[in-house]
C-alpha cells in the first residue's frame, strides 16, 4: 500500500542541516552524533532507504523561511526580512531540489505533470524492481516568497504546485499566532493562484482567512498538515482545524493531511511525558474524526511534516523512521475501515487530488 505524505520540508533541512536525504535515517543520525542538528530538530525520521521500505512513493516538499520575528535561534539561515529575501530563500530551497533530483535521478524525481507522477507511479508498480524513485511535489509553504501575483507563473514554470498563504500572518493573510483575515493582497494572490491552477493549502492560515478563502478560491483546497481542534484538550491555538474549516473542506471536496507531532496530538504532551504517552491511536482518532464528519474516507491523509521542526523525539511511540507509518494500517483496519478506504487515507486521496490538478503538459 503506498503512501503519499503531503508535508515534509526537505529543503529546508538540506539548506540548514546539510542534511543528505539519500541516505538511511540510520546513517543520518550516525553522522550527527555531537552535531548540533539533533537538539536543534530532534532526530531525523526520513531518508530514502526508509522511504522505500515504508513504500513512501510521493512526497510535498516544501519550500519554507520564517519571517526574522520568528526565527529560532541564531543557527536558522533561512529567515527574511524583506520580501526580496524571502523570494530568494524560495529560489535557493527551489535549487535544492533541482540538485537533489539531478544527484540521484534513480532516488528522487520532481513531479510537475501527470506524465511525471505516472511515470513515479509505474516504478512502483513494477513487482521486477525494488528500488524506486520517491516523487517529489513542491509545496510552498508562506507565500511571502512571491514578490507579487504578477510572478505567479514563474513559480509555476519552476514546479511549484501547491501554495500555502500563510505560516506566521503575512502579507496575505492571519497566520499561526497571528490571526486575521484575508487581505486584498491575498485575494489577489488567490485570484492568481485560480487563474494558473495552484492548489490552495489552508495549513497555518488563521480560521477568519481559511473560511474566506473557501468561499473566494474556485480550485483545489487543501490543508497539507493541519489536526483537528475539536479531538484536542487545553489549546486555543489557531494552528488547528475548526470543525466549521473541516467541513468547509470536506463540502469542497478537500482533503486534510494528519501530522503525527505529539503537540498536534495532545497539546499537554511535554518531552518528559516520553514518547510512550503517545501513540499511532492518536494519529488513528484524528483519522476517524474527519472521516466521521464527511461520512467517507475520501477527505483525510497524512501530511507528517517530519524533522519539520522535530524528530524522533517527538513523535508517536512506534514511529522509528517514516516508514512506520505503515503501522497505522492495523490499527485502521481494526477500527473496521477496510482496504479501499484505508489506501484512499494512506495514499490515494492525494493521488487523485494530483490526477485532478496536476498539467498534462509542463
Ligand atoms: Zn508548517
Same mark, same amino acid.
Do not use: G, N, Y
Given at each position: 500500500m503506498f503512501i503519499v505524505d503531503a508535508h515534509e520540508d526537505i529543503a529546508w533541512n538540506i539548506l540548514t542541516f546539510d542534511r543528505d536525504y539519500s541516505l538511511a535515517v540510520v546513517e543520518t543520525r550516525q553522522r550527527e552524533r555531537g552535531m548540533s542538528a539533533p537538539a536543534l530538530n530532534g532526530d531525523t525520521l526520513l531518508g530514502w532507504p526508509d522511504y522505500l521500505r515504508g513504500e513512501i512513493a510521493v512526497v510535498f516538499s516544501t519550500l519554507f523561511a520564517a519571517p526574522a520575528r520568528r526565527q529560532i535561534g541564531s543557527w536558522d539561515t533561512q529567515f527574511y526580512t524583506t520580501t526580496e529575501q524571502a523570494n530568494k530563500i524560495y529560489r535557493n530551497q527551489l535549487d535544492a531540489y533541482f540538485r537533489l533530483t539531478d544527484d540521484h535521478p534513480d532516488k528522487f524525481r520532481l513531479i510537475l505533470k501527470r506524465a511525471d507522477l505516472d511515470d513515479v507511479l509505474s516504478h512502483w508498480q513494477n513487482p521486477d524492481v525494488d528500488e524506486h524513485p520517491v516523487g517529489l511535489v513542491v509545496l510552498m509553504e508562506n507565500a511571502e516568497g512571491v514578490r507579487s501575483p504578477g510572478e505567479l507563473d514563474e513559480w509555476y514554470e519552476l514546479g511549484v504546485r501547491i501554495i500555502g498563504p500563510a505560516w506566521a500572518g503575512t502579507r496575505f493573510c492571519g497566520g499561526t499566532l497571528e490571526p486575521g483575515p484575508l487581505t486584498s493582497e491575498g485575494y489577489a494572490l488567490l485570484d492568481g493562484m485560480a487563474d494558473l491552477g495552484f492548489v490552495l493549502d489552508l495549513s497555518h492560515m488563521d480560521e477568519m482567512a481559511a473560511l474566506q478563502a473557501l468561499d473566494y478560491f474556485p480550485g483545489a483546497i487543501i490543508a497539507s498538515h493541519s489536526n483537528a481542534k475539536s479531538l484536542l484538550k487545553d489549546t486555543e491555538s489557531n494552528r488547528f482545524l475548526s470543525d466549521d474549516v473541516i467541513h468547509g473542506l470536506i463540502e469542497r471536496n478537500g482533503i486534510i493531511g494528519i501530522v503525527p507531532y505529539n503537540p498536534f496530538l495532545d497539546p499537554t504532551w511535554r518531552p518528559s511525558d516520553g514518547r510512550q504517552a503517545i501513540t499511532l491511536e492518536h494519529v488513528a482518532s484524528q483519522i476517524d474524526h474527519i472521516c466521521q464528519l464527511a461520512g467517507s474516507a475520501q477527505h483525510v491523509a497524512l501530511g507528517s511534516d517530519f524533522d519539520g521542526g522535530f524528530g524522533l523525539q517527538s513523535?508517536?511511540? %512506534? !514511529? %522509528?523512521? !517514516?516508514?512506520?507509518?505503515?503501522?497505522?494500517t492495523p490499527l485502521l483496519a481494526e477500527k473496521g475501515y477496510t482496504n479501499s478506504p484505508i489506501s484512499a487515507i494512506m495514499g490515494e486521496n492525494w493521488l487523485s487530488l494530483l490526477r485532478r490538478t496536476l498539467p498534462e503538459e509542463e
Open positions: 513523535v508517536p511511540a %512506534e !514511529i %522509528e523512521t !517514516i516508514a512506520d507509518l505503515q503501522k497505522l
